[in-house]
């Protein structure tokens, strides 16, 4: 996509514009559009302003009719320049439009000589009645079709002069009626009765039905468009966004009912009806219920099922709690379905691996698979089955007899959308609440639709949706300074923007302020620097070299390979290397199970967890295991084959003794050739380790005293901890609860002052006793 756009002057602008109503009936960039009309409001051009608001009505009643919005527009329009005659037309048609219905109320009750006095005249009285309510009204209308300024000669003019014409000769005629009525009813409550007024009102009568007939003529059109509201399903198909496979295979499905519904009409014989049963496999958001409706009205509109409704179930309305109530629930809801289609999302979820015996999942399987072939229910209903590929291809294997009910041609994937196409599903999203997006929007919208596609759970449409509604939150949640059209229509970067927070501290100052380290410090800046470097070579077009993110942590615990971890996927983050920056910390018992086969399957989980951030594993040797059966090189193995599919997308870091770490690497050849950077974190010296303490109690507003820094310094140097900085801060978390025992033994604690403040001697003196003894 160009992220950059040429700005046209106004002028040229507005005739684009023209031009383009005038070949495709509508303007494509309403957000162009909308920016139009702000910045000519704030300019006060009003003439361009009313031309663009004549032309922004144009293209919206041409997609969504004569609304508020339009008729706003342009008697606003003519407000800003009163000889605006495109505008004047266009309002003037929406309101011949709203006159359709104006004879409507003209009915009148049927009246017969045979009748007796008082029903004459009752009858007579409602024709009364509703001549003089016509004609009030009728007045006010002919009033308003002559009041119009309209173009000579144009189209909307010669409409109104005719139905201007019709208007009179109704009056004219309701007029003749209305006396001819009156008289009639004197006739009727006198002594002498003619039939004489009984004729004319009933010639006036056949005069104004005729009317009728030519005044509905003139609306006929617009009637016959009201009435094609209901959208052929195919149609509707083939109009939504991406999705070619899906409308081919369906085009050529429907086509196939067709040819097989032409069959039966000739008397030809078919034995084996074509299934109507079907799986749709797709990850979230790729329109599988959609389909699956649609799919429903399609059976329906072909005449091979009776109703075009659609039941959706999943496993909480299908699986029982005890014996016989499973049976039941599969039961109600395939009644419930009949002569439509029965859709079950999730549908493996009725029956998962490792689930005890107490589990019906089995049960409703085999139940719905009996009422499908069964002579009550089977062939009256149609089964549609959604859900993950992989998981979906596992739960029907594992389930021949519900796999035959489902043949290979009526098995539809669902592909994930593009991004392009993403990006159309959210300008539709936006137009669906009447809103614009800006070129800008879409860009910064496009980058966080990059960053949300992560793995195979991202959610397609339905997360592009969720975006564009986030962004009208933040829209209207926002304070705004200025209060035009623009604010309740167009979306615009800021919208989109991803919600920061300007409190939190930079990784890169995490890291630096970490104590000791040095070596790792400088390695980690160096490397993000050359991922810098190569990212913007990208940017440029230039090439870049690949980048190798896997790493080795080598070094004792305590000693801060967790911290750097965390901030290095962060910084692999801020400089676009990674989506989620997120670090998943692991060891052995997260991805070794106790049985053939889940190994793989419990690794690849944790994988998922991790992608679009950092997998850690710590004391990752531990992989190896001692004994000969042991699962831990399906780990390896799953591993290596995972960081390849998912490259860039999961950075891996193995953390543990220097040692054991090279055996680890060792033990394959695929392992040791995706891990070239090794980062080792030496033990604390002393002088780290009291800086350590000493930030770590100053987070708490502690401070230590003199006496027992000393006393720290003197002791770590001669105790043997491994320079260990968790050892740092279980030591004051002690001394602090040392202090607290102290100071609330003593009778005054309650007037303790500052002492509360001090870490003292003795505090430590208790905390290294309990630590070491």
């Known amino acids: 996509m160009d992220r950059q756009k040429k ?13 383009e109503i005038n070949t495709k009936g509508y303007i494509q960039d309403k957000a ?20 663009t608001l004549t032309l922004a009505a144009q293209s919206r009643a041409q997609q969504n009719g004569y609304d508020s919005l339009v008729l706003e527009w342009l008697k606003t329009a003519i407000e800003h320049d009163p000889a605006n005659k495109k505008a004047k037309s266009l309002l003037a048609r929406n309101q011949w439009k709203n006159k359709g219905n104006l004879f ?28 003089q309510q016509f004609l009030s009204h009728a007045e006010e209308e002919l009033d308003d079709l002559t009041a119009q300024n309209l173009e000579k000669g144009s189209e909307v003019e010669v409409k109104f002069n005719r139905l201007t014409h019709l208007l009179e000769k109704a009056i004219e005629e309701t007029a003749a009626l209305l006396k001819a009525t009156e008289l009639y009813e004197e006739s009727v409550t006198g002594v002498f009765h003619t039939a004489v007024h009984y004729e004319e009102m009933q010639k006036r009568l056949q005069s104004l039905e005729e009317i009728r007939v030519q005044w509905e003529e003139e609306f006929a059109e617009d009637l016959d468009s009201q009435t094609q509201s209901e959208i052929d399903p195919l149609a509707e198909l083939n109009k939504m966004v991406g999705l070619q496979s899906v409308k081919e295979r369906v085009n050529d499905f429907y086509r196939f009912l067709k040819y097989q519904q032409k069959r039966k009409e000739l008397g030809l014989q078919t034995k084996d009806d074509q299934s109507l049963n079907m799986v749709l496999t797709g990850n979230p ?23 075009e409704e659609i039941i959706e179930a999943d496993r909480s309305q299908l699986v029982g709690a005890y014996v016989g109530q499973t049976e039941e629930n599969v039961r109600k809801v395939v009644e419930q379905a009949l002569g439509g289609v029965l859709f079950i999302d999730e549908a493996y979820s009725l029956k998962r691996e490792g689930q005890t015996g107490n589990d019906y999942g089995q049960t409703a399987i085999d139940t719905l698979v009996s009422l499908m072939t069964g002579n009550e229910y089977g062939g009256k209903f149609a089964v549609i089955l959604a859900g993950y590929p992989e998981e979906m291809r596992q739960f029907l294997d594992a389930n021949p007899g519900l796999r035959s009910r489902f043949p290979q041609s009526n098995l539809i994937h669902l592909p994930d959308y593009s991004d392009d196409e993403l990006l159309q599903i959210a300008v539709q999203a936006a137009q669906d609440n009447d809103y614009a997006m800006t070129e800008s929007a879409k860009l910064e919208l496009s980058d ?9 759970t991202f959610g397609n449409a339905r997360t592009v949706r969720n975006l564009v509604l986030e962004a009208i939150f933040k829209k209207g949640s926002r304070p705004f300074e200025e209060d035009d059209f623009s604010t309740y229509t167009l979306l615009e970067k800021e919208d989109f923007e991803s919600p920061s927070d300007p409190s939190a501290e930079k990784p890169l100052d995490r890291l630096n302020a970490l104590v000791g380290l040095d070596t790792v410090k400088s390695e980690v800046t160096s490397l993000i620097s050359f991922v810098r470097m190569q990212q913007l070579r990208k940017e440029k077009g230039l090439p870049a070299v690949p980048i190798q993110l896997h790493s080795v942590f080598t070094g004792n615990p305590g000693t801060g390979k967790t911290t750097v971890a965390k901030i290095y996927a962060e910084l692999l983050k801020e400089c676009g290397m990674l989506k989620r920056g997120h670090l ?14 889940q190994t793989a399957i419990k690794t690849k989980k944790k994988i998922r967890e991790a992608l679009g951030g950092v997998l850690f594993i710590d004391e990752a040797y531990s992989l190896l295991g001692q004994s000969s059966g042991d699962f831990g090189k399906e780990v390896i193995d799953t591993l290596v084959d995972e960081m390849t599919r998912h490259n860039e997308n999961l950075v891996v870091i193995l953390a543990g003794y220097p040692a054991e770490m090279d055996m680890l690497l060792e033990s394959n050849p695929g392992l040791r050739s995706r891990f070239k950077k090794f980062f080792h974190f030496p033990d604390y010296n002393v002088s780290d380790l009291l800086l350590i303490i000493k930030n770590y109690a100053g987070k708490y507003q502690y401070k230590i ?23 740092a801060t279980n030591l004051v978390d002690e001394a602090i609860q040392s202090q607290a025992y102290r100071l609330i033994d003593g009778e005054n604690f309650e007037n303790l002052g500052e002492d509360v403040l001090y870490l003292e001697k003795q505090d430590f003196e208790a905390a290294l006793k309990k630590l070491i003894d």
Not at 106 to 118: F, G, K, Q, S
Not at 707 to 722: G, M, P
């Open 584 to 597: 998943i910390v692991s060891s052995r018992a997260d991805f070794v199970a106790g049985y053939v086969g």
């Open 104 to 131: 409507d109320q003209l009915v009148y009750p049927r009246i017969r000589e045979t009748d007796n006095r008082a029903l004459k005249k009752k009858t007579a009285e409602q024709y009364i009645d509703i001549s």
């Open 705 to 727: 005293k003199v006496e027992a820094e000393a006393f720290l310094t003197a002791k770590l140097s001669e105790t043997e901890i491994n320079g260990n900085g968790r050892f």
């Open 448 to 456: 966080r639709i990059e960053k949300e596609r992560v793995d195979d």
């Open 7 to 19: 700005q046209i002057p106004i002028d040229e602008q507005i005739l684009l514009w023209e031009e």
């Open 32 to 51: 162009s559009l909308i920016t139009v009309v702000r910045i000519l409001t704030k300019s006060g051009e009003i003439k361009k302003l009313s031309q």
């Open 285 to 307: 958001g790729t329109g599988k219920t959609s389909l699956a409706r649609l799919l429903a009205k399609i059976y329906h509109q072909l005449g091979v099922l009776p109703r």
